[in-house]
Nanobody, 122 residues
Framework: QVQLVESGGGSVQAGGSLRLSCAAS????????MGWFRQAPGKGREEVST???????TYAASVKGRFTISKDNAKNTLYLQMNSLKPEDTAMYYC????????????????WGQGAQVTVSS
């Protein structure tokens, strides 16, 4: 059974940093596409960043240059380092996994974590 468990959310002031972690079990994170999504209150889900089996990354324009996605294969864990946070980054953040290996921005994701709240105050 695949489980994805996020941690690392919290509250910060604008300009601050947070790092989200997503520990995978029953699933080899290094072998497949994984991604981070977010959903703000009253808004639809937004794709934030993805990483493929080769380590190639993609970012939404709104976070490019501020967020970094990475995997630690030894720990079977996905990360999202978020710097220069803005109030508009406030959302519930979800990690997701798939069985695809590339074109990660365009695929459907099969597995989802429970979410981690990120709140950025001005």
């Amino acid at each position: 059974q695949v489980q994805l468990v996020e941690s690392g959310g919290g509250s910060v002031q604008a300009g601050g940093s947070l790092r989200l972690s997503c520990a995978a079990s029953g699933y080899t994170a290094s072998s497949y596409c994984m991604g981070w999504f977010r959903q703000a209150p009253g808004k639809g889900r937004e794709e934030v960043s993805t990483i493929d089996s080769a380590g190639s990354t993609t970012y939404a324009a709104s976070v490019k240059g501020r967020f970094t996605i990475s995997k630690d294969n030894a720990k079977n864990t996905l990360y999202l380092q978020m710097n220069s946070l803005k109030p508009e980054d406030t959302a519930m953040y979800y990690c997701a996994g798939s069985r695809a290996r590339d074109l990660c921005w365009y695929i459907n994701y099969n597995y989802w974590g429970q979410g981690a709240q990120v709140t950025v105050s001005s």
